[in-house]
């Protein structure tokens, strides 16, 4: 089997498993289970990431040039290696990400706005979950429950900001950058699509 055959192979399940994860992350975060269900949970969890550690090395052996593949693929690399930092574990939905961008390939230009927007909804959410995740815990936090959370989110990848909540922990404030470039980001990409379609 050649790389072009393992991917096309291995892409959905690995959507799939994303989007298992989503499921068990956002439960495990939004219900605070204990005891057996909370181990039951962290063990699905850490299924799901042999699953992509699998993928990941299967991809570099079967790459061409492999230390190209690697240094275009450090996020990728991020995804396997960070699953100590619990909210950064949010990382493995890129492959959903990239398993949408490619299905769309060369599509309209309103198919491509529709994917920017799905793809910033989703990431509001992951990124609220992320940072109650990351915060409640901390005595001085301002983010204690989810609504908080949404609400911080949305100001934030709106570029609004309007600091009544704030990341008080480096995890916390590790997110809230990534989603500051999302927000950015979704302008760009709306507003050069909405330019390229009046110019025509």
């Given at each position: 089997m050649?790389?072009?055959q393992w991917e096309r192979a291995s892409e959905w399940p690995l959507a799939g498993s994303a989007l298992t994860f989503l499921?068990?992350?956002s439960w495990t975060v939004l219900s605070q289970p204990t005891g057996t269900v909370a181990q039951v949970a962290?063990?699905?969890i850490i299924a799901i990431w042999a699953l992509f550690g699998i993928d990941y090395i299967v991809r570099l052996t079967l790459a061409?040039?492999?230390?190209?593949?690697?240094?275009?693929h450090l996020h990728e690399l991020a995804i396997v290696a960070l699953p100590v930092l619990r909210p950064l574990r949010l990382l493995r939905l890129l492959t959903l990400v990239s398993l949408l961008q490619r299905s769309i390939g060369g599509a309209l230009r309103g198919r491509v706005v529709t994917y920017a927007v799905a793809g910033?909804?989703?990431?509001v959410f992951v990124a609220s979950l992320a940072m109650?995740?990351?915060?409640?815990?901390e005595p001085a936090a301002t983010i204690k429950t989810f609504p908080d959370a949404l609400w911080w989110a949305i100001a934030t990848v709106t570029t609004v900001g309007y600091g009544d909540f704030s990341?008080?922990?480096?995890?916390?404030?590790?997110?809230a950058v990534g989603l500051m470039v999302a927000g950015i980001a979704?302008?760009?990409?709306?507003?050069?699509?909405l330019a390229s379609w009046l110019v025509q």
């Open positions: 050649n790389y072009r499921a068990i992350y962290e063990y699905a061409e040039h492999r230390t190209r593949w690697f240094v275009r910033t909804l989703l990431l109650l995740d990351a915060e409640r815990a990341p008080s922990t480096a995890t916390g404030r590790f997110i979704l302008l760009g990409v709306v507003t050069a699509t």
